[in-house]
T-cell receptor, first 112, second 114 residues
Framework: GENVEQHPSTLSVQEGDSAVIKCTYS??????FPWYKQELGKGPQLIIDIRSNVGEKKDQRIAVTLNKTAKHFSLHITETQPEDSAVYFCAASTYNTDKLIFGTGTRLQVFP | SAVISQKPSRDICQRGTSLTIQCQVDSQVTMMFWYRQQPGQSLTLIAT?????????ESGFVIDKFPISRPNLTFSTLTVSNMSPEDSSIYLC???????????FGPGTRLTVL
């Protein structure tokens, strides 16, 4: 079955710096890769996703890149702000299963 | 995205008892899912709640421990049966936006078993 690895487990950056979180997946049939942000005491919030027919997607300060050959995808946050502090999860799924397999999470801290 | 609510938001229960968690969505959805998130951990899929038929459970989860109901397209319940302290977790429901694979999560139910 699918396995998703996520690195780093914790990440501390200064406000205004960029943050990058990386994930690798094992199942070459996976074709949908969402990223979730989970704030303390809340459910995960979908912040951006990418499908296997696209190499990069951007939404304001966040972007996701996908390398299908290497089976890895990354989340990029630019101009980080303290409110970006949260736990971020990557996930992978295939259309025919609808099952999301989650990475282990990255705790991002942005210091003012 | 859909608006998803869960009840209760948190509970403290005694071992050996059962708790039923409700998930309500503000629009009809085809796919609903239940996840468990143990303290400080990632999300693990428990089961897919199917409308009008039995839920589909993932490896390591069984119906006797986690019975699920889905009487219609906007509502589902998850029961955690015969609880032990190891069941202390956040339980989350999610719904899929039809045909997209995009899943949206409820706020979660924080369960502590003493």
């Amino acid at each position: 079955g699918e396995n998703v690895e996520q690195h780093p487990s914790t990440l501390s950056v200064q406000e205004g710096d960029s943050a990058v979180i990386k994930c690798t997946y094992s199942d070459s049939a996976s074709n949908y890769f969402p990223w979730y942000k989970q704030e303390l005491g809340k459910g995960p919030q979908l912040i951006i996703d990418i499908r296997s027919n696209v190499g990069e997607k951007k939404d304001q300060r966040i972007a996701v890149t996908l390398n299908k050959t290497a089976k890895h995808f990354s989340l990029h946050i630019t101009e980080t702000q303290p409110e970006d502090s949260a736990v971020y999860f990557c996930a992978a799924s295939t259309y025919n299963t609808d099952k999301l397999i989650f990475g282990t999470g990255t705790r991002l801290q942005v210091f003012p | 995205s859909a608006v998803i609510s869960q009840k209760p938001s948190r509970d403290i229960c005694q071992r050996g008892t059962s708790l039923t968690i409700q998930c309500q969505v503000d629009s009809q959805v085809t796919m609903m899912f239940w996840y468990r998130q143990q303290p400080g951990q990632s999300l693990t899929l428990i089961a897919t709640a199917n409308q009008g038929s039995e839920a589909t459970y993932e490896s390591g989860f069984v119906i006797d421990k986690f019975p699920i109901s889905r009487p219609n397209l906007t509502f589902s319940t998850l029961t955690v049966s015969n609880m032990s302290p190891e069941d202390s977790s956040i339980y989350l429901c999610s719904v899929e936006k039809y045909g997209t694979g995009e899943q949206f999560f409820g706020p979660g139910t924080r369960l502590t078993v003493l």
